[in-house]
C-alpha cells in the first residue's frame, strides 16, 4: 500500500475514532420525541415505517437490538446511530484524502461536519439521518475515487459499486435522488469522454442500481406477515407499495400533508443563517475558495463543481418544496435536519479549501511545513469551539423527557383503557413503551389518523383484540358513506371500555358531542357518555396531583420535543380549572358559582405553588377571580377579588404584551381598578 493511501486510512479511522468517542457518550439512553419512537417500534416489531419505509434502517436497527440485548431498545438503535453519524464523517475526510492527500483539511470536512450542531444533535438519537450522512459520504468518497482512477477496470468497479449504492441509499431517505439524478449523468459523460460506455456497461450498472433497491422486499413481505402491532400501510398490493414509496399520503416530494407554503427566498435565507451561525463564515469562505482554487487543479476541478451543482440543486428544490411554517420553533426543527446533505457538501468543500490553500501558499511563498501547521492549527482550534459550544445541547446522556412523560401518561389511565392517540409526541412515546418496553399490556391504542387511512383497520384489527370498529376506516367528513363510521359510532361500539383521547380531537368529526362528554384527564381528554353524572369536586380531587412532573418551565430549546413535552404536563395542572371554569359559563343556577369558585381555587393552588408558570395561567386566574365576584363571591372578600383580577392581568400584560387582546384587557384592568376604588370608598364612608 502507498504511503499516501495508508496515510489517508490512519487519518480517516482518526477522525472515526475521535468523532465516536464524542459521539457515544453523548448518545440519549431512552426514546426520543418526534419520528424516533416510531422507528424503534417498528423495528421492534418488524413492521413498516411511515413512508417511504425506510427498510434499511429498519433492519439495522432490529440487528442492533440483537446484538446489544443489555440496553434498552432505544438505547441501541440511538447508539448505533451514532456510530453510523462517525462513520459518515469518515467517509467526508477520505474524500478529501482521495482528492488532495491526507492533511488537516480532510480533518476539517470530517471534523467539522462531526461536531456541527445538526449533525451533532441528530447522530445521538434513532432517526434515519445519520444513516443518510454515511450514503451521502460514500457517494462521495466513490466519486472521488472513480474520477481519480488510474485504468478502466478500476472506474468499472468504482462505477458498480457507486450504483449499487445509489440504489441502496434511496432505500432510506429519498432526498438523495437529487445527488444521484447530478452524478449518474457525470459518470455516464465521464465514461463516455474516456470512450468506456457500452451498452452492455449500462445496463450492468443499470443491474447494480436496481439490486440496492433490494431491501425494499421488507416492506411486501412484513405487510403480508401481518404479525407487527404496530405498522404503516398495506403493501400487499402494487398500488400500496407505489403509495408507500411515493409518499402518496403526505404529498409527494412534499414533507407534509399541509396547504402552508414558505417563500423560496425566505427558506434560503433560512438556510444561509444556519450555515453561518452552526458552520461559520471562515467556513463559507473555504467552501468557496475550494471551488475556485480546484478550477486550476485536474485532479480536483470536476469533483469540486459537481460538488457545487448538487449543494445548489439540492437547496434550491428543497426550498421549493419544503411546506411547513419555520416562523414555529418546532416546525423549523423538523425543516433544518434537511439541511445535513446540504451541509455534507459545504464541509467536504471548506476541506478540498483549506488544502488548496496552504498548498498554494506554500508554493508561491515558501516556507515549506509552515502554513501547513498554521491550517493544522486552525482547524483544531476550529473543532475545538465548536466542540465546547455545541457539546452542552447536543449531550442528550441525561435526556428522559419524552420517556417520562409516556410514562407518567400510561400510569394515569384505569385498566383496560382504550387510548385514541393523535400527534408524533403522545402516539409514538406510548408505542414504544407499550410495545418495545411492554410497559401497560392491558390497554389498547389507537391512532386517531391512521384510523381515517382505508388499511388501519383491515391491518391491524387483529391486532386489537377487544377493540370494536363499526365499519372499515373513520371518515370525520363523510362519515355517513358505506364501509365508514363517525368517532361517535365508534365510541357507542366501545363503551365497554374507558376511552382516553391524547392529545385532543379532531375538528372534523364533531357527531361525539351528541352522546359522549370530554372530561380532562391531564393531558389527556375522558370520552364518556353523556349520560354519566360529573361529579366536580371529585374530579378536581382525582386530577389534582396526576402526575409527577418537577422540569421547570421553559426549560428546553424551543424547537426540541422536550420542550412541547414540558409544556404540554404544565398545562395539563390547569386542565381542570379551565374546564370547570369553562363548564360554568355554560351552567344556570345554583351551580354556577360553585364551578367558579372551585375553578378560582384549583387556579389559586396552581399558581401559588410556583414562581414560573406559563403566562395563561395569569390571565385565567384573573378571569376566574373576576367571574367569582360576579356570581356573588361566595363568601370571599370583593376587595381581595378585584386585586386578584387586576394582579394577575396586568402580570399576564407583562409576560405577554403582543397578545391581540391586550387593548380589551387593559381596558378591563382600568375598569377593575376603578370599581375596586369605589368598593374601598363606601368601605370607608359607611360607619
Known amino acids: 500500500m502507498p504511503a499516501e493511501q495508508r496515510g489517508s486510512w490512519i487519518l480517516t479511522g482518526t477522525t472515526v475514532a475521535f468523532v465516536a468517542a464524542v459521539y457515544v457518550p453523548c448518545v440519549q439512553r431512552t426514546v426520543p420525541g418526534g419520528d424516533s419512537g416510531e422507528l424503534i417500534t417498528t423495528a421492534c416489531e418488524l413492521g413498516v415505517a411511515h413512508p417511504p419505509g425506510y427498510p434499511v434502517f429498519t433492519l439495522l436497527a432490529r440487528l442492533s437490538m440483537y446484538v446489544l440485548p443489555s440496553l434498552s431498545p432505544a438505547h441501541s438503535v440511538n447508539l448505533m446511530c451514532s456510530l453510523l453519524g462517525a462513520a459518515a464523517c469518515g467517509c467526508f475526510s477520505l474524500t478529501v484524502c482521495r482528492l488532495t492527500g491526507p492533511g488537516p483539511g480532510a480533518v476539517l470536512a470530517g471534523g467539522l461536519f462531526a461536531v456541527s450542531r445538526l449533525s451533532w444533535q441528530w447522530s445521538t438519537v434513532a432517526e434515519v439521518f445519520a444513516l443518510n450522512n454515511l450514503f451521502v459520504g460514500l457517494l462521495f468518497f466513490l466519486t472521488a475515487s472513480f474520477h481519480c482512477a488510474e485504468d478502466s477496470r478500476q472506474r468499472r468497479k468504482i462505477a458498480h459499486w457507486g450504483a449499487f449504492s445509489c440504489g441502496l441509499g434511496l432505500c432510506n431517505q429519498h432526498t438523495l435522488v437529487l445527488y444521484v439524478l447530478i452524478i449518474i449523468p457525470w459518470v455516464f459523460y465521464r465514461l463516455y469522454a474516456l470512450k468506456e460506455l457500452s451498452l452492455l456497461g449500462v445496463v450492468s450498472l443499470g443491474a447494480c442500481f436496481i439490486a440496492g433497491f433490494l431491501p425494499y422486499i421488507y416492506l411486501p413481505l412484513s405487510s403480508y406477515l401481518n404479525t407487527a402491532r404496530w405498522s404503516w400501510g398495506d403493501q400487499t398490493t402494487l398500488s400500496g407499495l407505489l403509495t408507500h414509496l411515493l409518499r402518496a399520503e403526505y404529498g409527494t416530494f412534499s414533507l407534509a400533508k399541509t396547504e402552508t407554503s414558505v417563500s423560496l427566498t425566505t427558506m434560503l435565507q433560512a438556510q444561509l443563517d444556519h450555515c453561518l451561525a452552526d458552520l461559520s463564515p471562515p467556513v463559507l469562505v473555504l467552501a468557496g475558495a475550494g471551488l475556485l482554487l480546484s478550477t486550476w487543479d485536474r485532479t480536483c476541478c470536476s469533483v469540486s463543481w459537481l460538488l457545487t451543482a448538487m449543494l445548489l440543486v439540492y437547496s434550491l428544490f428543497f426550498a421549493w418544496r419544503a411546506n411547513l411554517d419555520i416562523s414555529r420553533p418546532l416546525l423549523l426543527g423538523v425543516v433544518e435536519r434537511f439541511w445535513l446533505q446540504s451541509d455534507a457538501a459545504v464541509c467536504v468543500l471548506a476541506g478540498l479549501g483549506l488544502s488548496h490553500a496552504h498548498s498554494k501558499l506554500e508554493r508561491w511563498h515558501g516556507l515549506k511545513g509552515l502554513w501547513k501547521t498554521a491550517a493544522w492549527v486552525f482547524t483544531l482550534a476550529l473543532l475545538g469551539q465548536m466542540c465546547h459550544t455545541n457539546h452542552r445541547e447536543c449531550d442528550q446522556s441525561r435526556n428522559n423527557v419524552v420517556e417520562r412523560f409516556g410514562r407518567e401518561l400510561l400510569a394515569s389511565f384505569p385498566k383496560d383503557s382504550l ?88 375538528d372534523g368529526d364533531s357527531s361525539w358531542v351528541r352522546s359522549f362528554s370530554r372530561w380532562p384527564l391531564g393531558v389527556c381528554d375522558y370520552l364518556v357518555p353523556a349520560q354519566r353524572q360529573f361529579h366536580p369536586e371529585q374530579w378536581a380531587e382525582r386530577t389534582r396531583r396526576i402526575y409527577n412532573w418537577s422540569e421547570p418551565h421553559n426549560s428546553f430549546h424551543p424547537a426540541s420535543w422536550e420542550r412541547v413535552a414540558n409544556e404540554e404536563m404544565w398545562q395539563a395542572r390547569m386542565k381542570t380549572a379551565f374546564f370547570l371554569f369553562d363548564l360554568a359559563e355554560r351552567t344556570r343556577g345554583e351551580g354556577k358559582a360553585r364551578l367558579f369558585e372551585l375553578s378560582y381555587t384549583l387556579y389559586t393552588e396552581i399558581v401559588g405553588a410556583h414562581s414560573d408558570y406559563p403566562p395563561n395561567w395569569d390571565k385565567n386566574l384573573a378571569l376566574a377571580c373576576e367571574r367569582l365576584l360576579r356570581s356573588g363571591h361566595r363568601g370571599y372578600s370583593p376587595d381581595d377579588l378585584l386585586t386578584c383580577s387586576v394582579q394577575h392581568f396586568s402580570l399576564y400584560l407583562e409576560k405577554d404584551p403582543a397578545d391581540p387582546q391586550a387593548a380589551a384587557i387593559r381596558s378591563a384592568v382600568s375598569h377593575l381598578v376603578k370599581e375596586r376604588d369605589r368598593l374601598r370608598q363606601s368601605r370607608r364612608q359607611t360607619p
Not at 463 to 472: A, T
Open 419 to 506: 387510548i385514541l392517540t393523535r400527534g408524533d409526541l403522545p402516539g409514538n412515546s406510548l408505542r414504544y413503551l407499550h410495545y418495545c418496553q411492554d410497559i401497560r399490556p392491558d390497554i389498547r391504542l389507537v391512532d386517531q389518523e391512521m384510523m381515517t387511512y382505508s388499511w388501519y383497520v383491515t391491518k391491524l384489527r387483529s391486532h386489537l383484540p377487544g377493540v370494536h370498529f363499526p365499519g372499515h376506516w373513520w371518515d370525520p367528513v363523510h362519515h355517513e358513506d358505506k364501509d365508514t363510521f363517525s368517532l361517535e359510532q365508534f365510541l357507542s361500539h366501545n363503551t365497554h371500555r374507558d376511552v382516553f383521547a391524547c392529545i385532543g380531537l379532531p
